[in-house]
């Protein structure tokens, strides 16, 4: 199985994914070009952009994809 395949089967079962989920469950480093590859193969894909606190407490943001 590939990591489109691995990506496509996370957003199915946790119903989104973000690059820290991607790194951490499925040992992909590169989700945005993951996606690229997914929406070009016709698969519709929502992003959108999220604050947060990095692992120092300071402000940063993320996308997080789910299936369209």
Sequence with gaps: MNQRDLILRYMHEFG???DSDAR???GC???AARINEITAS???I??????G???FGKPTHYA?????
């Design 24 to 26: 951490d469950d499925i």
């Design 64 to 68: 997080r994809y789910r299936l369209g």
């Design 53 to 55: 606190k990095n692992r």
């Design 29 to 31: 480093t590169l989700l």
């Design 16 to 18: 989104s994914i973000t």
């Design 46 to 51: 929502i992003k959108t952009m999220e604050r």
């Design 42 to 44: 016709g698969v519709k």
